[in-house]
């Protein structure tokens, strides 16, 4: 049974009211992680923690957006392309974990990888571990292999598998196919409205509209942006679409609101990327870095653990 967006988990847990109760969650997970390891002292760092090395929430949705970008770089190897709908939920998937999460204790480089992986298997793009991997260099495949898949569950369960994700882009179809149907002037520009929308929408994954909004508005958006870009005049559309409704203005806010965020959302640079990852060398969670000797250990230890019991 499909389940429609109003009555979704997704609207339920994962559509805030504003900007602000996500920048809050953020910076509470952010807090939460410097805490913990000053009250723990710093046996689980590699520095003292009395110098200030640890990230800002600012800078862990900084490198956030920019593993954001690597992910859709990795998901372009592919063959055949995966459909739009593996990006949207993979990126869905990353936002939400690290609304809960910290990247001092998990590294983006790594989750990302998770997310991805997930979201083929949701949105039924069919690839195994071993064929996932192959787009990695080959000094990598093994290690990332093991680690997606030892992750799956913790992924699982920071989602509150929640994995249904609804996405903008059958609503961004079915209103170019209204267009279509209604605008016989209109319909001769859906496919140039359609690449400017499609633009559109893989910029706003560097943005929160998907934490803010509901799809088929940001569908609206971007048709509303493509054609203002294109000088395509949508005001008899939008009349009929709205037929007076009171809701129109409200609708017309939203829209304008979720296109300030996506135009406005800016990728890290590669620069500014690598600084914030030489800074989360020193304040990261070294037990749960899968390069390390205490992951390791920790690792042997609960298979020891497990071994016991059995």
């Not at 993979?90 to 998770?114: C, E, G, Q, T």
């Not at 000094?139 to 699982?156: F, G, I, P, Q, S």
Request: proline share 4%; glycine share 4%; hydrophobic share 40%.
């Amino acid at each position: 049974r499909i389940t429609m967006f109003p009555s979704s988990s997704q609207r339920r847990e994962w559509v805030f009211a504003d900007q602000e109760t996500v920048t809050a969650k953020r910076v509470d997970v952010n807090r939460l992680f410097k805490e913990r390891h000053k009250e723990q002292g710093s046996s689980e760092l590699s520095v003292d923690l009395t110098s200030s090395v640890f990230l800002s929430a600012a800078d862990e949705l900084k490198l956030c957006g920019w593993y954001t970008g690597k992910m859709i770089e990795i998901a372009g190897r592919f063959a055949p392309p995966p459909p739009r709908a593996v990006l949207g939920t993979a990126v869905m998937y990353l936002k939400r974990f690290y609304l809960n999460n910290s990247a001092m204790d998990y590294h983006p480089k790594d989750i990302m990888l998770v997310c991805l992986f997930m979201a083929c298997k949701v949105e039924e793009y069919n690839v195994t571990v071993e064929q996932f991997v192959r787009v990695l260099p080959s000094d990598e495949r093994e290690k990332v292999a093991e680690y997606v898949l030892r992750n799956e569950l913790m992924l699982l369960q920071a989602l509150r598998f929640h994995l249904t994700v609804h996405n903008p882009y059958r609503p961004l179809e079915g209103l170019l196919i209204d267009i279509k149907t209604r605008s016989s002037i209109l319909s001769a520009q859906i496919e140039s409205l359609r690449a400017s929308a499609d633009q559109f929408l893989s910029q706003s994954l560097f943005s929160d509209v998907c934490l803010l909004f509901a799809p088929s508005q940001v569908a609206l958006a971007a048709v509303v942006y493509s054609a203002s870009s294109a000088k395509t005049d949508l005001t008899g559309y939008l009349s009929t679409l709205f037929q007076g409704s009171k809701q129109e203005g409200l609708l017309l806010d939203t829209v304008k609101t979720i296109q300030s965020m996506v135009t406005s959302s800016i990728q890290s640079s590669d620069q500014e990327a690598a600084g914030i990852q030489e800074k989360l060398k020193l304040c990261r969670n070294q037990e749960l870095n899968p390069d390390s000797h205490q992951y390791r250990q920790r690792l042997e230890q609960e298979e020891n653990g497990v071994s016991e019991r059995s």
